[in-house]
């Protein structure tokens, strides 16, 4: 094997790496947006659904009243009637997304909005452990007599950690009062921003060191029809006009064991704008083309209607780079961040295919290329990387000469393997590629073993071998779906499994890690023979050297049965003997995975490895992902 240090054959672009959310599996909602009241605003279909009553209520206590006319996005509030003669407590239980993950010595915020004419009604909250023990609490006293909607919180702490916490809300005194956007959040959240991110989850994100994030899908972008597509502008300003939806992975829509999946919002725009700020990442959006999901009825926008959407799209670069004296950067300003969010890229439509396709992404393109030449316009090549489906976009799109082409796959072990060599062909000279979605499926089953495990992350290591060889035609490339809880999701493979409290990595996850963490700048030459290593004698490998911090490394897959006996050739290194750090992911198992609350059966082994005369001498165990670095 010789690899050659002095020959770049391509440049890594260096936000390469990146990551895709899309709320599903309880990724947002549930998920990494830290609310822990499930339906705080009334809103979902029943409006009552996440709520039980707790105490002595009699009909008449509780109304729910919808104030469509004067409040679109918010319609619905709950109001608490209470005459003296209620001498028994009453009350609401809230049993937050499955349950609420709370922390010993935490702080909790609880909050609400009300509206009463007079003082009457105290609210009084409890938060109880899986075992009906009361493990915090404090008082809520609304003192405002004007009969407005008026904003109020108070904090306690938590004297014990439970994954299955429910709060109780009880309402003492008398008298009448109306409430809405109850919520519960606690304070331990990401940067300790205030109704907030779920702390260990952008931890995780954060230690891949993404290149780039693509928000908010996925499907939920298409949505199951039209009028249940994503629509920014709804999901910024002031979270109590943000509207509530419901989710495409709802079991209405997705026959899966989630009917109470609805989106609030609360993790919106301006939200992903700065998460991806956090991260380093840069913003990258995907927005409705005037299509509803074409897998469920594929509902279209008539051409002549298509202006809106296309204005939310000059509208959204507006609000993310727009000057603060603009309609969209005010806004963006008034939330807090005055600075743009410096966007370059903007995705339009999510797997959406054929001519209604091309036709609608055209006016989409002219906009654009108008308006903001400087925005790099990603277009779907819908779901299948072979059929006919896939070759006509590919050749309209290429026509077109749209930026850049996203291409999904969700396929078997053995298509990832044949497929190392995928990009290697591709045309130079044409669009580039967005590999957005790929999640290698070992089997379609819902078992522990099949959902995220060793065969399946042994093949994407391999695949994504040819993707960093290939870094000059594939800029970006982003694992799916990110994140999944383990009492609510509705797809696999994912590449981060959660459940109220904690995180777990898969050994997909590791792999990702593995080509994020280590892209540098140049591919060059790693070859046998004269050729490259993409699948003979069971061998997959890429190389890349670091200018910045001067290191070569090298990722070579073996996905065989048996080890190999390596002598590596470090043509045109400068040190003639030294060390190597290597990096091991191996597991005999084929279906060897990672198990919530188990030790991991897959993670990075790390160890030295020396080298002398140039050569490095290294055996690759069966089944093994190697990540090899060294100091130029
Ligand atoms: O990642 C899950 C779904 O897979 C996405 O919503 C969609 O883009 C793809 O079909």
Known sequence: LVVDVNTSTAKVDPNMWGVFFEDINMGADGGIYAELIKNRSFEFF???????????????????????????????????????TDKQPIGLRNEGFRGMGVKQGNTYEFSLWYRQKSPGITVRVELVDSQGAVIGKSELKPSQNNNQWQYQEVSFTSSKTDHKATLQVWFDGDGSI???????????????????????MVQTLADLKPGFIRFPGGCIVEGFDLSQRFQWKKTVGPIESRQLIVNRWNT??????????????????????LLAED???????????????????????????????????????????????????????????????NLKMLGVGNENWGPQYVERLKVFQDALKKYHPEIKIIASSGTDPEGARFDYLDKELRAMNIDIIDEHFYRNPEWFLSNAKRYDKYDRTGPKIFAGEYASHSKNNKKPEYRNNWEAALSEAAFLTGVERNADVVQLASYAPLFAHIDGWQWTPDLIWVDNLNVF?????HVQKMYSTNKGTDVVPLLRDGKMLAGEDNLYGSAVVDKNTKELVLKIINTGESQEILNIDL??????????EVSVLQHDDPLAHNEVGQAPSVSPINSKVNYKGKKLPYTLKAKSVNLIKIKL
Request: charged share 25%.
């Open 46 to 84: 029943r409006p009552m659904m996440g709520w039980k009553n707790l105490g002595a209520v009699r009909e008449g206590n509780y109304l729910i009243l919808n104030r469509q006319l004067n409040s679109e996005a918010n319609p619905r509030y709950l109001r608490v009637l209470k005459e003296s």
């Open 178 to 200: 109306d409430l809405d956007m109850i919520s519960l959040f606690p304070t331990d959240t990401w940067k300790g921003r205030k109704k907030g991110l779920r702390a260990d």
């Open 252 to 273: 209405e829509f997705a026959h899966r064991l989630t009917p109470d999946y609805f989106q609030t919002s609360g993790l919106g725009f301006y939200e992903y704008f």
């Open 279 to 341: 991260l380093g990442a840069e913003p990258l959006p995907i927005l409705n083309c005037g299509m509803a999901c074409q897998f469920n009825t594929g509902e279209v926008v008539p051409l002549d209607q298509l202006d809106e959407y296309v204005q939310d799209a000059l509208d959204l670069i507006e609000f993310a780079n727009g000057s603060v004296n603009s309609t969209w950067g005010k806004l963006r300003a008034d939330m807090g961040h005055p600075a743009p969010f």
């Open 505 to 509: 990595v898969t050994p997909s996850y």
């Open 571 to 580: 043509k045109g290194i400068k040190k003639s003997s030294g060390e190597a």
